[in-house]
């Protein structure tokens, strides 16, 4: 006779059962998993035949369900406008079909909290967003204050920023446009604002 023990704190739950030698060399590798936490909800047990003699049964048949398995989000929508290695996620979509650089900003915020969203992540720390502005050479004064002021798309506050219901409407509409081709791109990457010309030394002397 093979006998398996299990106990579980707070809940005070106890688990005491025998089995004969048959039944018991094919359980021992299903119940290693189960008190390795690999299974850990609840054993269904279909078709089965019980003798109970001073607190001992004999299990004929059983099932393992495994409750705590959860689907993983499916996020490879997202494959074409980043790509996430290790701890980073960079930007791999430059044109966002924004109308100037803080709309850029703008945009690119609002997709980044929504791909952590649509990974299980609902507050995005700041610095986190900081890095891809890094990398996308947007993060400057003007960036920053535009994070720290928007209300109605996404809200910021000391323990981070999160994605708002307009937001996540915003960005159906960021990614519609993406994907139109005959919606132009407005503002690229890697543009820099243009410096007025300087006068000439002819128009400094009239000056004078």
Request: some cysteine.
């Amino acid at each position: 006779m093979n006998t398996i023990e299990f106990s579980e704190s707070h809940g005070k739950r106890a688990f005491k059962a025998s089995f004969t030698d048959t039944v018991g060399n094919s359980m021992s590798e299903t119940f290693g998993a189960f008190l390795a936490n690999k299974v850990t909800q609840q054993i269904a047990k279909r078709n089965s035949t019980q003798k109970t003699t001073d607190n001992h049964f004999d299990v004929q048949d059983f099932e393992i369900v495994d409750n705590d398995q959860k689907a993983l989000p499916n996020t490879s929508h997202w494959s074409e406008i980043f790509v996430h290695e290790g701890d980073k996620t960079t930007l791999i979509q430059p044109a966002l079909k924004a109308k100037s650089k803080n709309d850029f900003a703008k945009r690119l915020v609002c997709l980044f909290l929504q791909y952590k969203k649509d990974n299980g992540i609902e507050i995005v720390p700041r610095n986190e967003i900081s890095v891809l502005m890094q990398d996308c050479g947007i993060d400057d004064g003007n960036s920053r204050t535009m994070i720290s002021q928007e209300k109605s798309l996404f809200r910021s506050d000391s323990s981070g920023v999160r994605i708002l219901l307009p937001g996540s409407e915003f960005v159906k509409e960021i990614r519609s446009s993406i994907s139109n081709t005959e919606i132009q791109n407005g503002w690229k990457l890697g543009t820099t604002r243009k410096n007025k010309k300087s006068k000439n030394k002819g128009e400094k002397e009239a000056e004078q």
